[in-house]
């Protein structure tokens, strides 16, 4: 397997522009998360799917924020509109226990 | 509470010698605890995990250790080797939501030749 696969490695956008984030997990893991991490605030669950359904999404800043998992192998993060304070690496991460989670490389966003 | 890393402790040990890495955990309530790796430009590897009902667990080269009295968890690495220098995790369960798991800040270990 190649392991969770993340798209785009890197994104530069401005500030009100609309960014999406994609993840493939690994095929056959039921449950997929996205995390965000910063210097300042370290890696932060945003939130995550069991068997494509969100379950928890407590940890998504605000409404700017949106994820959805329309199928099995397929995840997206939306953030809309992009403000500077957005700049982080997210990552997502899939696993069959929950616990025991594998990640994705990560995409780097930067929000100039 | 939620993870906070504005600077990072950093551990450094000797090429050879064990490596020790400690964390606190905040919620009692926590049963499953797991260490993860960072190595730079990579998302975190899973290396081992324990659960409440253990004191310790060992792995290839690895032991995590559990004292539930004072909320500690420690990572032994044994013999270490330039390959481990990364940002190490601990991360705990035990909130609202059953299958969340929160990282602790991480500590880097360095490793000197």
């Known amino acids: 397997d190649a392991g969770v696969i993340q798209s785009p490695r890197h994104e530069v956008t401005e500030m009100g522009q609309e960014v999406t984030l994609r993840c493939k997990p690994i095929s056959g893991h039921d449950y997929l998360f996205w995390y965000r991490q910063t210097m300042m605030r370290g890696l932060e669950l945003l939130i995550y799917?069991?068997?494509?359904?969100?379950?928890?999404d407590s940890g998504m800043p605000e409404d700017r924020f949106s994820a959805k998992m329309p199928n099995a192998s397929f995840s997206t993060l939306k953030i809309q509109p992009s403000e500077p304070r957005d700049s982080a690496v997210y990552f997502c991460?899939?696993?069959?226990?929950?616990?025991?989670?594998?990640f994705g490389p990560g995409t780097r966003l930067t929000v100039t | 509470g939620e993870s906070v890393g504005l600077h990072l402790p950093t551990l450094s040990v000797q090429e050879g010698d064990n490596s020790i890495i400690n964390c606190a955990y905040s919620?009692?309530?926590?049963?499953?605890f797991i260490w993860y790796k960072q190595e730079s430009g990579k998302g975190p590897q899973f290396i081992i995990d324990?659960?409440?009902?253990?004191d310790k667990r060992q792995g290839q080269r690895v032991t995590v250790l559990l004292n539930k009295t004072v909320k500690h968890l420690s990572l032994q690495i044994a013999a270490t080797q330039p390959g481990d220098s990364a940002v190490y995790f601990c991360?705990?369960?035990?909130?609202?939501?059953?299958?969340?798991?929160?990282f602790g800040s991480g500590t880097r270990l360095s490793i000197r030749p």
């Open positions: 991460a899939s696993s069959l226990t929950a616990y025991e989670q594998y």
């Open positions: 919620n009692s309530a926590s049963d499953y």
């Open positions: 799917f069991n068997n494509n359904v969100p379950i928890d």
């Open positions: 324990i659960r409440s009902n253990m």
């Open positions: 991360a705990e369960n035990g909130y609202s939501s059953a299958s969340k798991i929160i």
